[in-house]
């Protein structure tokens, strides 16, 4: 293989001189790639910087591999090759918009030897996990125009057949080294095979600008057939450029890899780390709790399931120990929960008290002042093990994919595990604000991205509001999307004349100019009295009930809110035991003791909920057995619960719930 001649470094340096040295504790630099002109130049210069540092290690893997960045280049530059000399249909009439080839695999090395390989070839991904429903698979093969396609296995392939061959598909690579099928009428290789291929062949690296569309991805269609995201690789280089505004990695860090690779949130987070000289570290939610003591990772990114896990983890481990200690152990948590109150408020960071008085704010002070000592006590002897688990040295953790419940977030705090939230959409690539370590500002999401604006309009009138004030979201930058792809009307209805993106998310702007995101415009449930009620927050104030795993509200059109609750059965069994009660489950969660814990749960959870209001009482529910899941289709790859998926599944329950 003889790619071009590496080009001058594209590696910039920049001193963040512009951050008050007492805000923060970054004292190094951060990388930028500002001179690239496509992805595809990043992992050129990160070769010749960072040659002897692995990239990409994954002992999960059926063959467990490590390559270092000269490794990295080496194999994209190679996959690229092998798709050229396997003639690979990459021409393409629009410079724009290059040949288009659909990859369906799920997280491993060689998915980013493959994803980057296609772009360094010339052509622009379509990308889903290989674990998705074999419609929307061929679906995107169709609508995308794919003429090539990478799948994880063979397993895969033979999902989408025999509809595949009907389909301009010249060309097929698996991830894996099974034997190719020989059968077919299309040219069939393995990853191995297509690497010897490339080998020898002279690469003609791509030539793409940021204006060239880099990937599609589609969203996941919950409300109608999915829609192919257009994202440039402008679009994804500013993510690679504005990331070190907020998290510092030094070369040589490690990142655990745990959300799907394809998704976008998942995806610029992994083209940030490793443009840093990061190794990343694939890991699964079977392995994550072990892979963290093991890796001792300096970088966590993941959604707010994640996070309940890893809370409920430790809250099932403190139900398991004797009472006198529980007790020891709650009391720390009541008093640190006093002292992280206090400190947000006498900081300005308490998203509760957006404007408190200075006599306020000094009382605070003060009250902090005098529980420090006792949080420092819980931190030396309770939270220290905690934080063990996480293997210690994460500098930063990144929630998206969602709200973060309140009882989280304080957990979180009190633990001293720094953890900040992103707000995005795949269509805005998808960052466009995050918490900064120095202004973690709980129950928001934080501040703009260099480069995006943000304004809040009222969504009937979309004329823009006053500061503070609650409406729809609207976001413009150098990260939203081309559009829809073959979607000109979809896209005019999300993208204004103006360049103005409208996320279809309601929220506000607080006076330090964080975004507080309250609910999704079309998850808003409207009772018979006409009170809106967005019902993710109120979701989240009954997930602090240990007895409660997952919750969905319902209630559209009726007089008041129902709810389908997957209870917490190891909770539930031991709350069982201290009643000396015999619980059989699933028939049992209908008797009336059980009924009445989680009534007392609701009530408490809801009424505890900072500006509760009459309307947000829950009435009638029920416990349901099975959980929403991925496997069932109630959830999405990122964990999300998919409302309009769960509301037909459950209509029944839904009906008899307000009968």
Request: charged share 20%.
């Amino acid at each position: 293989m003889h790619p071009q001649a590496p080009h001058q470094s594209l590696v910039d340096y920049h001193a963040l001189s512009s951050y008050p040295e007492e805000q923060h504790n970054f004292r190094n630099l951060v990388i930028t790639y500002q001179s690239a002109q496509c992805l595809t130049q990043v992992w050129q210069s990160a070769a010749e910087k960072f040659p002897d540092i692995p990239a990409l290690s994954d002992r999960h893997a059926e063959s467990p591999i490590e390559i270092t960045f000269r490794e990295l280049w080496q194999q994209i530059s190679q996959f690229a090759a092998g798709l050229q000399a396997n003639r690979a249909n990459l021409d393409s009439k629009d410079a724009q918009t290059p040949a288009r080839m659909a990859l369906f695999a799920d997280n491993s090395a060689r998915w980013f030897i493959a994803d980057q390989g296609i772009m360094a070839a010339g052509a622009a991904n379509a990308v889903r996990s290989s674990q998705t429903e074999r419609a929307e698979l061929l679906y995107i093969l169709a609508d995308s125009g794919s003429t090539t396609l990478v799948v994880e296995d063979l397993k895969t392939l033979k999902k989408l057949l025999p509809e595949l061959l009907d389909l301009p598909i010249s060309l097929v690579v698996l991830l894996s080294e099974e034997a190719a099928l020989t059968d077919l009428p299309i040219k069939v290789l393995n990853f191995s095979h297509l690497m010897e291929t490339g080998e020898n062949y002279p690469l003609r690296l791509t030539t793409a600008d940021r204006s060239t569309l880099a990937t599609l991805i589609y969203t996941s269609g919950t409300t109608g057939e999915p829609k192919g995201v257009m994202l440039t690789h402008g679009n994804l280089l500013h993510q690679v450029n504005t990331f070190g505004g907020t998290i510092l990695l030094q070369p040589g860090d490690l990142f655990l890899s745990v959300l799907p690779s394809w998704h976008s949130y998942e995806r610029a987070c992994e083209y940030f780390a490793v443009s840093q000289g990061c190794t990343q570290i694939y890991t699964n939610i079977r392995h994550i709790k072990a892979d963290m003591k093991l890796y001792r990772p300096h970088l966590l990114v993941g959604v707010p399931r994640l996070w309940e896990n890893i809370y409920e983890g430790v809250q099932r481990q403190l139900r398991e120990q004797p009472a006198n200690k529980q007790k020891l152990v709650n009391t720390f948590f009541a008093w640190s929960r006093s002292y992280i109150q206090a400190k947000r408020l006498a900081t300005g960071l308490d998203i509760t008290n957006l404007n408190p008085s200075m006599p306020a704010k000094l009382v605070a002070g003060l009250k902090s002042l005098l529980l420090a000592p006792i949080h420092g006590l819980g931190r030396a002897i309770v939270y220290k093990k905690i934080l063990e688990a996480t293997g210690g040295r994460v500098k930063i953790a990144v929630s998206g994919g969602g709200s973060l419940a309140m009882h989280l977030e304080d957990f979180f705090e009190i633990i001293g595990f720094p953890l900040v939230v992103g707000y995005g959409l795949t269509e805005t690539s998808p960052v466009t604000h995050v918490r900064r370590p120095w202004h973690n500002m709980r129950g928001s999401s934080g501040l703009p991205m260099p480069g995006t604006e943000i304004k809040i309009v009222d969504p009937e009138t979309k004329e823009t509001l006053a500061a503070g004030g609650r409406g729809l979201v609207l976001i413009r930058g150098f990260q939203i999307m081309r559009g829809y792809y073959q979607k000109p009307e979809a896209t005019a209805k999300a993208i204004d004349p103006q360049g103005w993106f409208n996320t279809g998310d309601l929220g506000l702007i607080t006076p330090a100019g964080d975004i507080v995101i309250t609910g999704r415009a079309k998850d808003t449930i409207v009772l018979t009295n006409g009170e809106n009620i967005e019902p993710q927050p109120l979701e989240d104030a009954c997930l602090r009930s240990s007895y409660i795993d997952q919750i969905m509200l319902v209630g559209q059109d009726q007089r008041s809110l129902g709810a389908l609750i997957v209870p917490n059965q190891d909770a539930l069994k031991l709350w069982a035991m201290q009643q000396n009660l015999e619980l059989n489950l699933p028939e049992d969660l209908i008797t009336q003791p059980v009924q009445e814990l989680f009534r007392q749960e609701l009530n408490r959870e809801i009424k505890n909920r900072p500006g509760y209001r009459g309307d947000d009482r829950i009435g009638a529910f029920r416990l349901i057995n099975e959980p929403f899941a991925i496997d069932n289709g109630l959830l999405t790859q990122t964990l999300k619960i998919r409302r309009p998926q769960v509301t037909a599944y459950h209509q029944q329950t839904i009906t008899e719930i307000f009968t």
